[in-house]
């Protein structure tokens, strides 16, 4: 089982904060993403990855940059966090022609 | 544009009956892959079944089923004898094969409540 670490798993910020989730996997996976989950919206796709170094862009990518330093590790960072990102992120991973493979999630509070 | 639809916001059924799930996908290329995920009360995101658009038999694993009606660019999610632990959000998501990045386009989600 593939697995997908992410921290924190729960963040208060303020307006205007600086904040950075963290996600490791640890199967040798290429692709990596981040998504944000808010209700009646399921999961929108922020920004993803394909190996290290390399960035796209995804559906919903205002007020984010993303930053994938190695094969395993996918950072989130909102340099100016608003209310509006208040909302419940998932990391995932998968190889090419495989199943995604999500982690735990990380409750992000804006406040 | 919304490539993947589920209309059913919520369902609820009674233990050891059959539940239908529907989804609707948007899509240009010949070949995709579709698959049902489903989140658990802990916000957990499991994967449970998989349909690859070029195969006509409807994929099978344990209690879930698929009804894959190509035409109609549905797949629909059967879970059949229903229990308890089977209440969750369940997400329908498509894949592109020509979606050079394994990119995965979910839908809203429905909330099943299974009921004693």
């Known amino acids: 089982e593939a697995a997908v670490t992410q921290s924190p798993r729960n963040k208060v910020t303020v307006t205007g904060g600086n904040v950075t989730l963290s996600c490791r996997q640890t199967?040798?996976?290429?692709?990596m993403y981040w998504y944000r989950q808010d209700t009646g919206h399921g999961l929108r796709l922020i920004h993803y990855?394909?190996?290290?170094?390399?960035?796209q862009i995804g559906d919903v990518p205002d007020g984010y940059k993303a930053t994938r330093t190695t094969q395993e590790d996918f950072f989130l960072l909102l340099e100016l966090a608003s209310p509006s990102q208040t909302s419940l992120y998932f990391c995932?991973?998968?190889?090419?022609?495989?199943?995604?493979?999500f982690g735990k999630g990380t409750r992000l509070t804006v406040v | 544009a919304q490539k993947v639809t589920q209309t059913q916001t919520s369902i609820s059924v009674v233990e050891k009956t059959t539940v239908t799930m529907d989804c609707v996908y948007e899509?240009?290329?010949?070949?995709?892959?579709l698959f049902w995920y489903k989140q658990t009360a802990s916000g957990e995101i499991v994967f449970l079944i998989r349909?690859?658009?070029?195969?006509?038999e409807n994929a099978t694993v344990g209690h879930y089923s698929l009804n894959f009606q190509k035409p109609k660019s549905s797949i629909g999610l059967i879970i059949t004898a229903t229990q308890i632990e089977d209440s969750a959000v369940y997400f329908c998501?498509?894949?592109?094969?020509?979606?050079?990045?394994?990119?995965?386009?979910f839908g809203s989600g429905t909330k099943l409540t299974v009921e004693p």
């Open positions: 995932a991973s998968s190889y090419r022609g495989t199943e995604v493979f």
């Open positions: 899509t240009r290329d010949s070949s995709y892959f």
């Open positions: 199967n040798s996976h290429n692709y």
């Open positions: 998501a498509m894949r592109e094969v020509m979606s050079n990045y394994n990119v995965l386009y």
């Open positions: 349909q690859d658009s070029y195969k006509k």
């Open positions: 990855s394909y190996g290290a170094g390399n960035l």
